[in-house]
Nanobody, 124 residues
């Protein structure tokens, strides 16, 4: 089975930066979407950033309003990895961050993969 392994979380001061990585244990065939979600205690999981894979048209990205202009999602197909660069972090960004991959199988099957989550804490 495919495993998504996250890394890069930690404790940072407000205004600081962190880079998160999510690496698949093996290549995933026909990835459609790679997302980053986050969930703070007592709150619902929210979509933070998304990147839709493309071929000739290129990748397309989107961000939640709360992180727009501060976060950047990217991917490296050769490394089977999706990244989330977080800049100008705020205390309200504190949450467990999860990566997500939606992919097509060899046939008509579709697959959803989740990372284990990594804690990001923004505090002075």
């Amino acid at each position: 089975q495919v495993q998504l392994v996250e890394s890069g979380g930690g404790l940072v001061q407000p205004g600081g930066s962190l880079g998160l990585s999510c690496a698949a244990s093996r290549s995933i065939f026909r990835i459609n979407v790679m997302n980053w979600y986050r969930q703070a205690p007592g709150k619902e999981r929210e979509l933070v950033a998304t990147i839709t894979t493309g071929d000739s048209t290129g990748d397309s990205t989107g961000y939640a309003d709360s992180v727009k202009g501060r976060f950047d999602i990217s991917r490296d197909g050769a490394k089977n990895t999706v990244y989330l660069q977080m800049n100008n972090l705020k205390p309200e960004d504190t949450a467990v961050y999860y990566c997500y991959v939606h992919a097509m199988g060899w046939g008509s099957a579709e697959y959803d993969y989740w990372g284990q989550g990594t804690q990001v804490t923004v505090s002075s």
